[in-house]
């Protein structure tokens, strides 16, 4: 049996990470992994703590720990029933874990507890792992029903005397319970001057929800009041409860009968669990926000810049969150769907979104763009490459200036006259590669030269791989976006210099001009050559270099696999005739390689044939590859656009997709081969080794966003302000930007081999 693993647990630590507390997390130490399942409603997870003892966590969020859990549970039952004059039949809701229950059991009046969970996974686990809790459960006094609380509610009017809801934070399913017709339902199903008490959230972090769901219960409840306790592995060690009552002046603070056997719980605590805190009695009494105010948020000054960006890659959040951090700025996201720029713009300041499509050439759509480009002093452009010119040409009209993150093209090039005449600035490649590429490859020519040297051979390899954890798969590589444009790369043509002559590879060929590649022992990479780095001599200023190269890194296997799909049609964009819907993987294999039959030793067979495999245990490697694609299976297949190509593509979206948890790796080097004056020589080397957050941003969204931001910041403050089609070549736009991204905490690392 393979050990038990879970995304929310790196290196010996389990860390809270969740969009409910942004920019803050709570870790424990992982003795051991108790259980990992799948509900059919959320994630399990029961690890042991080192300090803590077991722990609950629900989709990554701790529910609770043996150290701390009766605080919340005392609190969250003691209140609303030792206020109760008489409490006799009592509903919970959630609380799958029965410590609510266990506490509700402590009051002798109590005749009747019904637990309502609609997880019934929560119940069975938390009777494995936290017996201390769960065990009244089969207590004769309780029912336990597994189902769904609205309807439970629904069917049971005017018949509790307190319901207390031990809800999960409101995201997802459980936000509904934070609503006002859950808040009607409770009531509805009140006995008269019954009390509800609900997981009421933290006043550190959801004091404006704490507000709102005082509003909202004070329209329906006579009684209303926030009360809190303290628990440290909830986040900010604090959450509090909606505690409310049916009968008008009922005094909630005040205990009307002692409960015996408690930890936290006693009469004192009670009434100080209303006692609330300046910020928070001031927000929720009378009205008056005294949060401290900083960063961004300090100045009520109006933004007085405004940026467009278009697009919704996985790019845009990374650079629209940069933007963002300067008060002074006012985004609008632009996305061909509202839903996608509303999804990109959530919870960003001074943002908003709207609908634009930067490549229809529809005339209303296209007058829509140019009005709303020429509305803002800056446009982002980070749609697909052929897009570019089309948001440029808008530009042009509005007088707008332009950056974008891809390599200055032809067509942009054609435009650079009617941009000088307008201007505007046109910022390009400043991403990770082209972008951050090239100011440390500026930054080191231009120090090598102020000392008197010379750069004999630059070597630059850029690769965008999931993480070695996570290269499962035949190829070692996975898409984050869709696999159509970087299958197509890797029938690109290349060119390079290698001493002093130029080496020119044809698209078919450019796998078998992948070579291993050296960056540490730890990686086992393969170098191949990318696009034409031939005017990379001049754009760097190293005339005196016999060798240029720039290319991509890949893990060792890839360029194999990509030949034997190259040499089975598999990446083919010719439309067949025979290609139609209702085939099977074998049958469109066989169609494709000219095999006689779909048979799979007919289909191997013939696959060994056209491919030529140098090794047995390549040929056993690359079959097995294409097993797991599934291109022998009689499987019904998904046919794409009547070619090949985007056939595969269908399957491989689904197969080599990033999956939750994972997170990829972004390997950078530059390698320079140094000559100075008196005849030595060096190498030197840049070299990013970076890793993306498993629930944040991707190395590569945080490469190519944050280059992109830093740009547009320094084009809206005018120090990058020279009219035309720029590039980061030159050390007056270089340096500035790297500063800046250095600052972030970003950037390569220099070493003298």
Known sequence: ?????????????????????????????????????????????????????????????????????????????HIPLASHPNPKKVLVIGGGDGGVVREVLKHDTVEQVVLCDIDEAVIRVSKQFLPHMSSLLSDPRVTVFVGDGFKFLADNTSTYDVIITDSSDPVGPAASLFQKPYFELLRDALTPGGHISTQGEC???????????????????????????????????????????????????????????????????????????????????EGKDLRPRFGANATDKAPTKKVLLLGSGAVARPCA????????????????????????????????????????????????LEKAIAEHDLVISLVP?????????????????????????????????????????????????????????????????????????????CGGLPAPECSDNPLGYKFSWSPRGGLLALLNSASYLAEGKQVDIQGKDLMNAARPYYITPAFAFVAYPNRNSVPFREFYNIPEAETVIRGTLRYQGFPEFVKALVALGWLNLEKKEWLKHGLTWAQIMQQAIGASDSSESTLVARVKELCQFPTEPESKRIISGLKWIGLFSNAPATVRDGNLLDTLCAQLETLMKYEPGERDLVMLQHKFIVEWADGTTDTITSTLEAYGEPQGHSAMALYVGVPCGIAVQLVLDGKLNTPGILAPYSKEICDPIREILEAQGMGLVEKVL
Request: with cysteine; proline share 5%.
């Open 1 to 77: 049996m393979a050990p038990l693993t879970h995304p929310s647990i790196k290196d010996g630590w389990f860390r809270e990470i969740s969009s409910q507390w942004p920019g803050q997390a709570m870790t424990l130490k992982v003795n051991r992994i108790l259980h990992v399942e799948k509900s059919l409603y959320q994630d399990v997870l029961v690890f042991e703590s080192e300090t803590y003892g077991n722990v609950l966590v629900l989709d990554g969020v701790i529910q609770c720990t043996e150290r701390d859990e009766f605080s919340y549970q005392e609190m969250i039952a």
């Open 203 to 285: 006043l550190w972090i959801h004091l404006d929800l704490i507000q709102e769901l005082l509003q909202t219960t004070r329209t329906l409840f006579p009684v209303a009041e926030y009360a809190f306790t303290t628990i440290p592995t909830y986040p900010s060690g604090q959450i509090g409860f909606m505690v409310c009552s049916k009968e008008a002046g009922r005094d909630l603070s005040t205990p009307v009968r002692p409960v015996p056997n408690t930890r936290y719980y006693n009469a004192e605590v009670h009434k100080a669990a209303f006692v609330l805190p300046e910020f928070g009695r001031s927000l929720l009494k």
């Open 321 to 368: 969150e940069y933007v963002v951090r300067n008060p002074d700025n006012a985004l609008t996201i632009a996305c061909r769907t509202l839903k996608s720029a509303e999804a990109l713009a959530n919870d960003l300041r001074n943002t908003t979104a709207v609908s634009l499509d930067a490549g229809s050439e529809d005339p209303e759509k296209q007058a829509a």
């Open 385 to 461: 490459y052929i897009h570019h010119p089309n948001v440029i040409r808008a530009a042009i009209k509005g007088k707008t200036n332009v950056v974008t993150t891809s390599y200055i093209s032809p067509a942009i090039r054609e435009l650079e006259e009617e941009i000088k005449k307008a201007g505007i600035v046109v910022m390009n490649e400043i991403g990770l590669d082209p972008g951050v590429d090239h100011l440390y490859a500026i930054k080191t020519i231009d120090e090598v030269h102020a000392k008197g040297g010379k750069i004999k051979e630059f070597h630059s390899f």
